[in-house]
């Protein structure tokens, strides 16, 4: 059974408008939550956390917000770049540190 | 900057070969883990490590094996190839603290015909 998903694979968004990435999970145990950003054939690269005690952090052009009674996360970036077009995954770890990934949408920033 | 390797970056072998990835980091991490990934997928962890002379299997059955003899290095090995092994297999490892995140190094992606 899935722990974070990512319902929507892909979105489409015009350059220099907002893309909003959706993120639910199960495991109200959770208590960090993370995005990654990939590119074909490449390595998942760090994107931006949040931790449980706080329903926003922003970093530049990214801002990640948490709903822990929806258990829900978003990422919203602002404005979108042809750049940002990639894979972002969120994810989670356990307390075991064992992170789990949700499936990634797939985002395509249109010049 | 990358701070975690992985090689080769791509391998195109042959059903029944033997193989093995190779996974270096230099940051000193306790924890290493190896992950599966297909397109349109989560990522699947396969192997993860606590620390030397410690394995442990993921959440995804795998038939591969790894091997940890030293904090730096993790190595995955598949004594025969099959094509549904062919994948992209990523490496990653994280800090001791609470709340760290994985790096990731840039992948394998194999392909066995």
């Known amino acids: 059974d899935q722990q974070v998903k990512q319902n929507s694979p892909s979105l489409s968004v015009q350059e220099g408008r907002i893309s909003i990435l959706n993120c639910d999970y199960t495991n109200s145990m959770f208590d960090y939550f993370l995005w990654y950003k990939k590119y074909p054939a490449e390595g998942p690269t760090f994107l931006i956390s949040?931790?449980?005690?706080?329903d926003k952090n922003e970093d530049g052009r990214f801002t990640v917000f948490l709903n822990k009674s929806a258990k829900h996360l978003s990422l919203h970036i602002v404005p979108s770049q042809p750049g940002d077009s990639a894979v972002y995954f969120c994810?989670?770890?356990?307390?075991?540190?064992?992170?789990?990934f949700g499936t990634g949408t797939s985002l395509t920033v249109i010049p | 900057e990358a701070d975690i390797y992985q090689t080769p970056r791509y391998l195109v072998i042959g059903t029944g070969k033997k193989i093995t990835l190779e996974c270096s980091q230099t940051m000193g991490h306790d924890k290493m883990y190896w992950y599966q990934q297909d397109p349109g997928m989560e990522l699947h962890l396969i192997h993860y490590s606590y620390g030397v002379n410690s394995t442990e299997k993921g959440d995804l059955s795998s038939e591969s094996t790894v091997s940890r003899i030293r904090t730096e290095h993790f190595p995955l090995t598949l004594e025969s190839a099959r094509p549904s092994h062919t994948s992209q297999y990523l490496c990653?490892?994280?800090?001791?603290?609470?709340?760290?995140?994985?790096?990731f190094g840039s992948g394998t992606q194999l392909s066995v015909l």
């Open positions: 994810a989670a770890p356990n307390t075991g540190n064992q992170f789990y």
């Open positions: 949040i931790s449980s005690i706080k």
């Open positions: 990653a490892s994280s800090g001791r603290a609470g709340n760290e995140k994985l790096f």
